[in-house]
């Protein structure tokens, strides 16, 4: 049974960086693609970066350059290195999986098949 458990989630200052960890179990992790999404408070939840089997990552044009997804693939855990911190990332940050062989658009949250149960985010100014 595929299993995702997000930590690393705060409180910082604008400009400050965080880094975002998802421990996964129960799947063979070579097999899924991997991604992070968020959803900020009245909001539809944002596709962030995804990481397909092929390591090619994908981002949001909104955390391009200031964000960066990676996996430590021998102990089954995906990061997400935020940097540049302002009040707009605030959100909850859920990382997703997905069997697909090709992943599922970051525009598409619904069709990604696991999530974890979320991290809050909060930058303050």
């Known amino acids: 049974q595929v299993h995702l458990v997000e930590s690393g989630g705060g409180s910082v200052q604008t400009g400050r960086s965080l880094r975002l960890s998802c421990a996964a179990s129960?799947?063979?992790?070579?097999?899924?693609?991997m991604g992070w999404f968020r959803q900020a408070p009245g909001k539809e939840r944002e596709g962030v970066a995804s990481l397909p089997r092929d390591g090619n990552a994908h981002y949001a044009e909104a955390v391009k350059g200031r964000f960066t997804i990676s996996g430590y693939y021998a102990e089954h855990t995906l990061f997400l290195e935020m940097s540049s911190l302002t009040p707009e990332d605030t959100a909850i940050y859920y990382c997703?999986?997905?069997?697909?062989?090709?992943?599922?658009?970051?525009?598409?949250?619904?069709?990604?098949?696991?999530w974890g149960q979320g991290t809050q985010v909060t930058v303050s100014s």
């Open positions: 997703a999986a997905d069997r697909a062989y090709w992943c599922p658009s970051l525009k598409s949250w619904a069709e990604w098949g696991y």
């Open positions: 129960g799947f063979t992790w070579s097999n899924y693609c």
